[in-house]
Nanobody, 117 residues
């Protein structure tokens, strides 16, 4: 059974940093492309970043490029999102998700990130 469990969210001031983690189990993590996706209050889902199975290819949404860094540790079955220079518009629930055929087949439960002074 596939499980994706996010952690690391919280309340942070504008300009601050957070590191999200996503612990994966129930599938071969090292073979899976992974996404980070977020949903701001009252808005739809927004793709944030994608990383290939080896970590050799990465892409970011323009809204986070230069501020967020996606990474993975295949030995620990864990996906990360380092978020720097956070802005109020980054406030959202952040989900990790498993990619298949350019869509998502499994989602985590999400972790809340609130950027506020």
């Amino acid at each position: 059974q596939v499980h994706l469990v996010e952690s690391g969210g919280g309340l942070v001031q504008p300009g601050g940093s957070l590191r999200l983690s996503c612990a994966a189990s129930g599938f071969t993590f090292s073979s899976a492309w992974m996404y980070w996706v977020r949903q701001a209050p009252g808005k739809g889902l927004e793709w944030v970043s994608i990383i290939t199975s080896s970590g050799g290819n990465i892409a970011y949404a323009d809204s986070v490029k230069g501020r967020f860094t996606i990474s993975r540790d295949n030995a620990k079955n864990t996906l990360y999102l380092q978020m720097n220079s956070l802005k109020s518009e980054d406030t959202a629930v952040y989900y990790c998700a498993k990619e298949v055929a350019w869509t998502v087949d499994y989602w985590g439960q999400g972790t809340q990130v609130t950027v506020s002074s």
